[in-house]
């Protein structure tokens, strides 16, 4: 299994969206679902963790007095 931490956003979320689906079908013994609604969690924390990483590094674009893109500047910035 791979470790979550290592994962790609849609790794995670593909992982996270076949777990649900295990869940919701009763697919599992209540240990298997135990287990399977504590991975889930750390795959979502995860993914929570990946999207507000992502959100930081958006930047504003800026414009020059003449209209044109002159740059950007860090969402901090704002």
């Known amino acids: 299994?791979?470790?979550i931490a290592?994962?790609?956003?849609e790794e995670a979320m593909k992982e996270l969206e076949a777990t649900v689906g295990k869940l919701e079908h009763g697919e599992a013994?209540?240990?298997?679902?135990i287990a399977l609604y504590?991975?889930?969690a750390a795959l979502r924390a995860h993914c929570d963790k990946v999207l507000?990483?992502?959100?930081?590094?958006?930047?504003k674009i800026t414009l020059a007095?003449?209209?044109?893109?002159?740059g950007t500047?860090?969402?901090?910035?704002?």
């Open 73 to 78: 500047v860090p969402v901090e910035g704002l």
């Open 52 to 59: 507000r990483a992502a959100e930081e590094r958006v930047e």
């Open 29 to 33: 013994s209540l240990e298997e679902s």
């Open 38 to 40: 504590e991975r889930g």
């Open 1 to 3: 299994m791979t470790e």
């Open 65 to 70: 007095a003449n209209g044109q893109p002159g």
């Open 6 to 9: 290592e994962m790609s956003f």
